[in-house]
Nanobody, 124 residues
Framework: QVQLVESGGGLVQAGGSLRLSCAAS????????VGWFRQAPGKEREFVGG????????YYTDSVKGRFTISRDNTNSVLYLQLNSLQPEDTAVYYC?????????????????WGQGTQVTVSS
């Protein structure tokens, strides 16, 4: 089992920044890939980026490369998503999720565990 709790969302103006946190726990975490997803109203949930808990390799979707950064605090088992240069189209509920499989899956159905999500709203 893996438990995930996100925090850090909020309202920000275009061009601003936010840092999302995902507090993770569970014995399966060491073997998991952890991904960040987002879902805007009326749209499908989409992959933002991910990292394997036991490595530093990251992978991002093209639309956020150079703007979003994933990092991890191993001591406290917290995953971060730094959001820079935010635009209104980044408005969504952001989720962290864990997958018990190899690599860094980009499809939501491959993830077994999900947090409750945190709202990010970017005003123009």
């Amino acid at each position: 089992q893996v438990q995930l709790v996100e925090s850090g969302g909020g309202l920000v103006q275009a061009g601003g920044s936010l840092r999302l946190s995902c507090a993770a726990s569970g014995r399966a975490l060491a073997l998991a890939a952890v991904g960040w997803f987002r879902q805007a109203p009326g749209k499908e949930r989409e992959f933002v980026g991910g990292i394997r808990w036991s490595s530093t390799n990251t992978y991002y979707t093209d639309s956020v490369k150079g703007r979003f950064t994933i990092s991890r605090d191993n001591t406290n088992s917290v995953l971060y998503l730094q959001l820079n240069s935010l635009q209104p189209e980044d408005t969504a509920v952001y989720y962290c999720a864990a997958a018990a499989m190899l690599g860094i899956p980009t499809t939501p159905r491959n993830y077994n565990y999900w947090g409750q999500g945190t709202q990010v709203t970017v005003s123009s």
